[in-house]
């Protein structure tokens, strides 16, 4: 599969965007997409924060596997980590509480000097793994622009809770990816602009990481009875779903972008892209 980069110009501007406000917050709320934590870990973005706590949130846990297992393992290393689904307005409370625990420190040292003080926190993440989402639910209301899809955000923008204070800010990616896994896993689930991606590669290394790992969701969703080599198993989606052109052959485009749509929209179940390994490795 072809080497996967992207970083866009408006991303270097972010990146200078947020060493020049790193000052005015108190700590950072980190966005991970909970079925790869440590793929969706931007090394970068932490150390704009170097000395200052990070709260990670493990967002889109409806569509992980192990995500309370993998924010325990970040919390062994970290200090402070929740995962939750973020369109589920249950979860507000375990987050504000998880940001308060923050800067719960610095909170009292204030108040032991007779003062209250509002706490700022910039949000950080990669893109499409749901910052607007977990800004709006920490508001209660629809403060920000989502979307279901890389650099919806572009520019930064403060937004004014009761005790709190977020900045909002772009989607960042590093400069270069030195770990082509994690920058395929990051395709698979939408954190990088699909219209520089070849799909019919990225869905052929996803049936190989499928059927190494859960070939079981594949043989329920798609009837796949031959895993001899991902062509074979695309082939098979091809026939199950009648993707066929004129002539009789196979479409194979439209059955690599149902495969892939499958994965984002969580109708192969619950599923971890990362192991155990990669959340131990990652420099949380």
């Known amino acids: 599969m072809r080497t996967i980069q992207w970083f866009p110009g408006h991303m270097t501007k972010a990146m200078r965007m947020m060493s020049e406000n790193a000052a005015l917050c108190d700590g950072a709320v980190m966005v991970l997409d909970a079925r790869c934590p440590a ?51 249950g979860c507000r409370r375990a987050l504000l509480s998880a940001c308060a625990g923050v800067v719960r420190e610095k909170r009292e040292r204030a108040l032991a000097k007779g003062y209250e003080r509002t ?112 062509l074979a198993m695309l082939e098979g989606i091809c026939a199950r779903r009648g993707l066929v052109l004129r002539g009789g052959e196979y479409d194979y485009d439209r059955a690599c972008r149902a495969l892939i749509d499958d994965l984002r929209k969580g109708r192969l179940g619950k599923l971890d892209l990362d192991g155990e390994e990669d959340l131990k490795s990652a420099d949380f």
């Open 119 to 230: 706490f700022r926190f910039m949000v950080l993440g990669v893109p499409n793994t749901g910052k607007s989402t977990v800004i709006n639910l920490l508001s209660g209301a629809k403060r920000t622009v989502t979307g279901n899809k890389a650099g919806v955000t572009r520019g930064k923008q403060w937004i004014r809770l009761e005790g709190f204070e977020l900045l909002d800010t772009p989607g960042t990616m590093p400069p270069a990816f030195e770990n082509q896994t994690y920058a395929r896993r990051l395709a698979y689930v939408g954190s990088i602009n699909d219209d520089i991606l070849d799909f019919g590669e990225l869905a052929l290394a996803l049936l190989a990481d499928l059927a190494e790992r859960y070939p079981q969701r594949l043989k329920e969703r798609y009837g796949t009875e031959d895993f001899s080599s991902p």
């Open 39 to 89: 793929s969706s870990f931007n090394p970068k973005l932490k150390k704009v924060f170097s000395g200052k706590p990070v709260l990670y949130v493990l967002n889109k846990s409806d569509l992980a596997e192990n995500a309370e297992e993998a924010a325990k393992l970040i919390r062994a290393k970290s200090g402070a980590a929740v995962a939750l689904n973020a369109t589920q307005s």
